[in-house]
């Protein structure tokens, strides 16, 4: 009797299908429709576009898409816990103003200023969480009036007109380039995606987020705090924007009341292109990379190809609305499992 081992593995049980390696899931089809876009748009570009191509507008798409990417990582996460932050740009806004103004008129010194930037990002998106936790009060509401709130108070304290910094080696570093102009805040984007990757991947806190998402009383009955997932994620969101307000304000060497405007916009529009899904639940890092420099590539386009700047939103608006319908036919087979 041969009692070798066979290398024939037995067939499937009968109503099962067998699973391929990369399993045509829809955040998968979302990701590889991205990268062909990607791809394609960026082959178009470089015939049509003047300059596209080069070095020096590459590094271009990159400072764009940091501005966006970098709150896009914890919007990700709001969005995917069921709710909405539409207040990053005003905050962003608002931040470099605080800024300059601690370091300058009020005297306090960079670092100081520049913990302060951070703590106060933190706590005015926790704020908003807790709003939302302990009161219910729908998200959007809550950072729509924030909206309103940060970008007024940041033009009632400086009558819109921008704050100098005074000549900083570390603000003049933020907000530039490396040694062959590579930007600064693309290096902070990818440090910050990795963060959050992993966050997002490997703890019990990005999956608790995705549950929340997903079914927020089954959440809670299993164990889940609820209220203290929904303030974090909102904290992730008022910090990054105080991390891109220094970075901001590093740029344009001082604070401007009137800058990131529609910002917000950008996030949400990377976010859900990426395959977020609005309904939370199910949602991906790499998707919201992809769905940056998506954005990114198109505004960037625009801009070379000398399309009027108003109707770049109409450019954003079409896309947001596509994605969603997107999502909405994806989501029937979708999951709350992060991909």
């Known amino acids: 009797m041969d009692t070798s081992l066979s290398t024939t593995q037995a067939p499937p049980p009968a109503g099962k299908k067998r699973r391929l390696p990369f399993a045509l899931s829809p955040q998968n089809l979302n990701i590889v429709g991205l990268v062909l876009g990607i791809i394609v748009l960026s082959v178009v570009l470089s015939f049509t576009a003047p300059n596209f191509g080069t ?122 380039t490396l040694p062959g102009g590579f930007p600064v805040s693309a290096v902070v984007m990818f440090v910050l995606f990795a963060l959050y990757l992993f966050i997002s991947r490997r703890t019990s806190f990005g999956r608790s987020v995705f549950a929340v998402g997903g079914n927020a009383k089954a959440a809670m009955l299993s164990g889940i705090k609820v209220a203290r997932i929904r303030v974090l994620v909102f904290v992730g969101t008022g910090l990054l924007s105080a991390v891109v307000g220094i970075i901001t304000a590093g740029r344009l060497t001082g604070g401007n009341a009137t800058a990131a405007s529609g910002l917000e916009f950008d996030v949400i529009a990377a976010v859900v292109v990426g395959g977020t899904s609005l309904a939370g639940g199910r949602g991906s890092m790499l998707g919201t990379l992809l769905g940056v420099f998506f954005i990114a590539i198109i505004g960037n386009g625009l801009i070379l190809l000398g399309i009027n700047p108003f109707f770049q939103n109409v450019v954003s608006g079409v896309v947001i609305v596509g994605a969603v319908l997107i999502n909405l036919v994806l989501s029937r087979r979708g999951s709350a499992e992060p991909v």
């Open 55 to 176: 070095v020096r507008n590459a590094f271009s798409i990159l400072q764009a898409a940091a501005d966006v990417g970098i709150i896009a990582w914890a919007g990700t996460l709001v969005i995917v816990a069921g709710e909405i932050d539409i207040s990053v740009g005003p905050a962003v806004a608002f931040w470099s103003v605080m800024l300059a103004e601690m370091a300058g008129p009020w005297h306090l010194g960079l670092p100081v200023a520049l913990i302060a930037t951070l703590v106060g990002g933190g706590l005015v998106g926790a704020f908003a969480g807790w709003l939302r936790a302990r009161f219910g009060v729908p998200s959007f509401v809550v950072t729509l009036g924030l909206w309103l709130a940060l970008r007024g108070q940041a033009e009632f304290m400086t009558n819109a007109l921008p704050v100098p910094l005074s000549d900083n080696g570390f603000m003049d570093f933020v907000g530039g």
